[in-house]
């Protein structure tokens, strides 16, 4: 299948810091990549849908100021969480490509 | 918006034995159903998908089957190894024909599966 990359995949931040997390897809160009958060044995919940060239989507009750999405190009979109707080501890997840392939996570610890 | 059920929330089977999972789900326009791996630590894998215009798709130990009436899908996995241990989701999204329109993919809670050696 396609393959999706995640960078990094994991990382530990102090409170008040800004973290980027880069998803790329690697064989194949995508317009739309989607961005995840998964909690500790919890589902998957959409948080926004990232489109190449225009303004991220963002889903109800998700922060567009706090989670800033950027889709520069038809293989990489960004997910920066700003000013990370404990709360945003999660693991964080991007998808792309029809079907639907996920990357491997990352990790987000806020201290 | 749509819905997804999915039960059990947890599996436990022996090994060689079957596994079954299902999912209802809410929005009758829904027509794209994949089914998703999940093991600790890692992203989802998907291991299989099938449309609404398709009753059952098969693959080697993997299979789905579909009831659109009754608006529900199935996970079947045959002769389960450890290896198939793991957290499944169930995942449901309208798609137009030619697979190009991104429908928002609702998944269900997920079961943990278990295959005891």
């Known amino acids: 299948g396609a393959v999706v990359s995640q960078h990094p995949s994991r990382v530990i931040c102090k409170s008040g810091t800004s973290v980027k997390i880069e998803c790329r897809s690697l064989?194949?160009?995508?317009?739309?990549m989607f961005w995840y958060r998964q909690f500790p044995k919890q589902s998957l919940m959409l948080m926004a849908t990232s489109n190449e060239g225009s303004k991220a989507t963002y889903e109800q009750g998700v922060e567009k100021d706090k989670f800033l999405i950027n889709h520069a190009s038809l293989t990489l979109s960004t997910l920066t969480v700003t000013s990370a707080h404990p709360e945003d501890s999660s693991f964080y997840i991007c998808?792309?490509?029809?079907?639907?392939?996920f990357g491997p996570g990352t990790r987000l610890t806020v201290l | 918006g749509e819905n997804v059920e999915q039960h059990p929330s947890t599996l436990s089977v022996q090994e060689g034995d079957s596994a079954v999972i299902k999912c209802t789900y809410s929005d009758s326009a829904s027509n794209y159903f994949p089914w998703y791996k999940q093991e600790l630590g890692k992203g989802p894998q998907l291991i299989i998908d099938?449309?609404?215009?398709?009753g059952e798709k098969k693959d080697q130990r993997i299979a789905v089957t579909l009831n659109k009436t009754a608006k529900h899908f199935s996970l079947h996995i045959t002769e389960t190894q450890p290896e198939d241990s793991a957290v499944y989701f169930c995942?449901?999204?309208?798609?137009?024909?030619?697979?190009?329109?991104?429908?928002?993919?609702?998944f269900g809670q997920g079961t943990i599966l278990t295959v005891h050696p």
């Open positions: 998808s792309a490509g029809t079907p639907q392939y």
């Open positions: 064989d194949f160009q995508a317009t739309t």
């Open positions: 995942a449901a999204r309208f798609s137009n024909a030619g697979g190009t329109s991104y429908g928002k993919l609702t």
């Open positions: 099938i449309r609404s215009n398709v």
